[in-house]
């Protein structure tokens, strides 16, 4: 259910209208997107059409639309599954002149490879994962030229290998002129279960690419709203393959080389980075809750708080495995390595938190990382020691920070995302991690005034 205040704002990010419009809303609930709509341009000479496939949602989306009327108003609430008929129209010639203005709330849920959706999908060309993608891509085939369309939908699609062919369905068909984005992850539904920032994205189908508009706003209320214009080129990047989509925060955060001396990759440093191999349920019977003779030591996110490493910690978390043919498999030498937590906690400062694993804190031959680290290594070996705490230094700043917000806007943080940022020089992670090891618990601000004095440096 959209909130009325979003339900405004979608439907003003609208440009002027001029002649008959042909309204579309898939997945219409009781009807709060329609209605603002109506509300902010008018009835005369519209017509409506909007899905909804649950009953007792249609019945209040009936007595919504009743409200409304006007001479040429027309509204027909269609009870068919959207994709299917959308495919239908598609394909058998029946979308008729197309719509002119699409507003959407689409629903979110994962399209598995094997569904009669995916399998419909895939007929008019497009390969996407999840329903909210599915609505606006085949909402996108679905408008006349510079028709358009505003979506509330998660930020998920801006980044990833899974939705890739989407944004270039996307960006193949539309121009995109407007994203806005709320700083809470929580804020615009107030669900707690919310993992991701939501987007209201504007697309107009057809025209050339033009600057886009950026606004961003704490929470639903609008009232710190703040906008600015961006050239097409700081919200996709011409050499970036993956066609990701960034979303600035501010002017100071814009630009493809918004992270200082980012300019190599792993393999350029020699390093790779790692989802952590040992998945605990599989291993159960290996687990142990604290270190004992033979037992190899294993890491989870839970001891690494505060910035500093705990373990062993009484937790519900184990603290070892048993050392056997079965779980050596999965672990690494005993060494320095570069972690990374794949899940930030919700309003958690900085959504790349890293920390150092010295081998110094240890007894034994090998280590074991559990599935929620993301693990920094050397050809599946430990790193030298300097290089290990620089690039903690590095992946702690604000600039990668801000860097990482401008693509993904979830909680999780991949291995492939790391993996997609540049970093620093060798040379440079070991000046870095050489001053890194001189400080007992350097601030913040400390951090970025090192790395940002690395940049001035390579000025």
């Known amino acids: 259910m959209t909130p009325d205040s979003v339900a405004k704002f979608m439907a003003g990010l609208f440009s002027q209208r001029t002649g008959a419009i042909r309204l579309l809303d898939a997945g219409a609930g009781i009807g709060s997107l329609t209605a603002a709509f109506l509300h902010r ?54 979308k008729g002149p197309g719509f002119t203005h699409a507003i959407l709330n689409p629903p ?72 806005h984005l709320f700083h809470s992850r929580t804020s615009a539904f107030n669900d707690d279960e919310v993992l991701q920032e939501n987007v209201i994205i504007k ?110 910690r009484r937790s519900k978390k184990p603290n070892a495995l048993t050392d056997h043919p079965e779980t050596r498999k999965w672990l690494y030498p005993m060494g320095f390595y570069t972690i990374v937590r794949r899940f930030s906690s919700k309003e958690e400062r900085r959504r790349i938190v890293a920390h150092v694993v010295d081998p110094a804190a240890f007894n034994g031959d090998a280590i074991g990382f559990e599935n929620h680290l993301n693990v920094f290594h050397s050809g599946k070996q430990g790193m030298d020691r300097d290089v290990a705490h620089g690039l903690a230094v590095f992946l702690n700043s604000t600039a990668v920070d801000n860097y990482f917000r401008r693509f993904s806007g979830h909680t999780q943080v991949n291995a492939t995302d790391l993996r997609l940022l540049r970093y620093p020089g060798r040379r440079d992670l070991e000046e870095l991690g050489r001053w890194a090891q001189g400080q007992r618990r350097p601030a913040q601000e400390q951090v970025d005034q090192q790395v940002a004095k690395l940049n001035d440096r390579g000025k």
């Open 108 to 179: 979110y849920k994962k399209i598995n490879s094997d569904s009669v959706h995916r399998a419909l999908l895939r007929v008019v060309g497009l390969e996407t994962v999840n329903l909210y993608t599915a609505f606006v891509g085949l909402a996108i085939e679905l408008m006349a030229p510079g028709g358009q369309i505003v979506a509330i939908i998660p930020r998920s699609f801006c980044n990833g290998p899974y939705y890739k062919p989407f944004r270039e369905w996307m960006l193949a068909r539309t121009s995109i002129e407007h994203l």
């Open 203 to 312: 697309l107009v189908r057809g025209p050339q690419q033009a600057q886009v508009t950026i606004t961003t706003a704490s929470d639903t209320s609008f009232s710190d709203l703040q906008a600015y214009d961006y050239p097409f080129e700081e919200i996709v990047y011409d050499r970036d393959e993956q066609r990701f989509i960034h979303v600035p925060l501010a002017p100071s955060h814009s630009g493809p080389d918004g992270v200082p001396l980012a300019q190599r990759s792993l393999a350029e440093i020699g390093l790779e980075v790692s989802t952590g191999p040992v998945v605990d349920f599989r291993l159960k019977e290996y687990l142990r809750e604290n270190p004992e003779e033979g037992a190899i030591p294993l890491l989870y996110p839970s001891h690494f708080v505060n910035g500093r490493l705990e373990w062993p």
């Open 41 to 94: 341009w008018g009835c005369d000479d519209v017509c409506a059409t909007v899905y909804e496939i649950d009953g007792a949602l249609a019945s209040y989306l009936r007595e919504t639309l009743l409200a409304y009327g006007g001479p040429g108003f027309e509204a027909t609430i269609v009870d068919r599954d959207f994709i299917q008929d959308a495919v239908y129209k598609i394909t058998m010639g029946g």
